[in-house]
């Protein structure tokens, strides 16, 4: 059933004072050419010329290139609509043109920058941090050129702490930065851990600095500090810098820069000792020295993380959204109807934080009854089964979002309430469910998880079925297959389309899409995905119309979570691993002459 979140006040403490099988049988490019549309990694296409791309732009400008911020957009749709070199007719052709060498393993998704003045000329920049605690601006148009500039050789953004945990290594930047591209300017948050031996449990302060884009010169930093007012006692919750890693994208709306944090790395082999919260502090751009707006999710219990594997928070005009993962309640009760029927904060919710500070935060969680004994959310809390593990996509042109978790259930609410206008879509599943199960909950192995968050297009008059008005949302989950969703703008309803014949992989893919403008035949979405032997990593291209492969192929090392940028004709993805002999990298891809 669909069921309308709760009326009462979240207890969440806020400080805002300061505030279709068919269709791939298709030919991606049928239009241009018709050889087989399953072609191989680097072999060039037998084709004929593609068509000259159309601007995409009715006033005759082509769109920016830029990808300023993780996914693209504060939507997170994850396109980029500015690409008229990479279509179904030329992927095919795709070719790796070199890789840019960096110091440690990259888990930010690189961005691209254009038209930046520097030392060397006018660049358009690809910045790219590490979790050596390095900032990287290379000349993004020389595949494996010298970087243009490079912070971190002498510590700049501190000294890198160490986990030998799920996040193994050296951990320094770990969260996408964000550029803003009217002041030049590129925002990250870097660990700075005690100098000496490499156990995690040494001190570390979280810092955010605000970097030039063409010179790499510091602008500004400040060490991130707060509390929250603990509900329970009356005392204040402090954050605490040594447990939490920021992990989500930064996130820049409206003059206000989002920084959030989850568990950390002194804990078990997820990071979690669950003395960790959620925090989101919210910082003036004009002024990083002043005392930032301060959420908490669960400042009076532990839990209840804002990691989103990456994934940023979205924002609209109006709020900023995530979802968070699950809370812990001492003592750890034996079955699913010892715990709370409720979130006790807003732990396993979406959660909706106004940009206004004189309104109070909302959430939504799934308590749908589940089997004899709980509910979904009880079930999703005992199972280690949180919706955190992805980001909300903010669907274009319409008041609603879609959110999907490690249940891999996909939901789809109303921005303004979190009111669900759908009942809950069980498109997922897997071959092996435990007895008795459904498929609204697996256990923590069993289940497709959904880590990348869906990706949107929107396509025009020239789509295999005419379809203008509705759009297309794309996921991937663990264990599970690519496939595509139709969200109808007349009615509101999302709805299965089309499963790609991809293979079953851990994690998922993490995926992009590269259109010019709206374009059918032009739309790509990119995966990226681990190999079996969890090292190798796999680029995938296929049309975002048919979802038939285009072109795949291998890189060195997978990137956990990395996320494929398409800028300007090229693809740019991280290759990095904590296992030895591996040097990080860079991959760039693009058309063969």
Not at 105 to 110: H, K, L, M
């Amino acid at each position: 059933m669909n069921r309308a979140p709760s009326a009462r006040r979240s207890r969440a403490a806020v400080a805002w004072s300061l505030l279709a099988v068919t269709l791939a049988s298709l030919l991606a490019g049928a239009a241009c050419r018709s050889e087989p549309n399953v072609v191989l990694a680097a072999q060039p296409s037998e084709a004929g010329p593609c068509p000259d791309a159309v601007n995409p732009e009715p006033d005759g400008q082509l769109r920016s290139r830029a990808v300023s911020t993780q996914h693209n957009d504060v939507a997170r749709t994850g396109a980029t609509l500015s690409e008229t070199a990479l279509d179904t007719c030329s992927v095919p052709r795709l070719a790796e043109l070199g890789q840019y060498a960096v110091d440690g393993q990259v888990y930010a998704q690189p961005l691209y920058a254009e038209h930046v003045s520097t030392a060397q000329g006018v660049k358009n920049l690809l910045l790219v941090a590490t979790m050596a605690d390095s900032l990287f601006a290379f000349d993004a148009d020389a595949p494996g050129s010298d970087p243009v500039w490079q912070l971190g050789r002498e510590h700049e953004l501190g000294e890198p702490g160490f986990s030998a945990r799920n996040v193994a290594g050296p951990n320094g930047i770990l969260a996408t930065p964000v550029i803003d591209p009217e002041q030049g300017v590129i925002y990250l948050v870097s660990r700075d851990c005690a100098a000496g031996d490499s156990a995690p449990a040494r001190a570390c302060e979280q810092r955010l600095f605000a970097v030039e884009l063409g010179s790499g010169k510091i602008d500004a930093s400040v060490t991130i500090a707060g509390s929250v007012a603990n509900p329970a006692s009356g005392l204040p919750t402090f954050f605490d810098p040594n447990l939490h890693w920021s992990r989500s994208a930064l996130l820049l709306q409206h003059g206000k820069l989002f920084v959030s944090f989850g568990s950390g790395p002194n804990g078990n082999a997820h990071e979690e000792d669950f003395a960790f919260h959620s925090w989101l502090f919210g910082y003036s751009v004009s002024d990083l020295s002043a005392v930032p707006s301060v959420y908490c999710s669960t400042p009076d219990f532990g839990g209840g993380a804002i990691w989103q594997s990456g994934n940023g928070p979205a924002a609209d005009d109006d709020a900023v959204y995530f979802a968070t993962g699950n809370g812990i309640h001492w003592p750890t009760p034996a079955g699913p109807a010892s715990f709370p029927e409720t979130p006790q904060g807003d732990e396993d919710c979406l959660v909706r934080v106004p940009l206004t500070a004189q309104a109070d935060p909302s959430h939504y969680w799934d308590d749908r009854p589940y089997r004899a004994d709980g509910n979904v959310f009880q079930y999703m809390e005992k199972n280690d089964i949180d919706l955190g593990t992805a980001g909300p996509l903010l669907i274009p042109d319409s008041p609603r979002l879609v959110i999907a978790g490690k249940s891999g259930i996909l939901y789809v609410l109303e921005r303004s309430t979190l009111r669900p206008t759908q009942a809950p879509l069980e498109a997922f599943h897997t071959p092996s469910l435990a007895d008795g199960q459904t498929k609204y909950i697996y256990s923590y192995d069993g289940g497709p998880h959904v880590h990348g968050s869906p990706v949107f297009f929107r396509p025009g008059s020239d789509a295999p079925d005419g379809g203008a008005g509705r759009g297309l949302i794309f996921l991937w989950p663990e264990n599970e297959r690519l496939k595509s969703f139709a969200y109808d703008y007349a009615s509101g309803v999302l709805s299965e389309l089309i499963s790609a014949d991809v293979p079953l992989v851990a994690s998922g893919g993490m995926l992009s899409l590269s259109a010019s403008g709206a374009r059918g035949d032009s739309a790509i979405v990119w995966a990226s995905t681990v190999d079996a032997d969890d090292a190798a990593g796999h680029l995938w291209a296929l049309s975002a119309t048919t979802l038939a492969l285009l072109w795949d192929g291998k890189l060195p090392a997978w990137a956990k979570f990395a996320l494929p940028t398409i800028a300007a004709g090229r693809v740019y993805l991280a290759s990095s691993s904590s296992k030895s002999g591996l040097s990080p990298a860079i991959v760039v891809f693009g058309l063969s002459r």
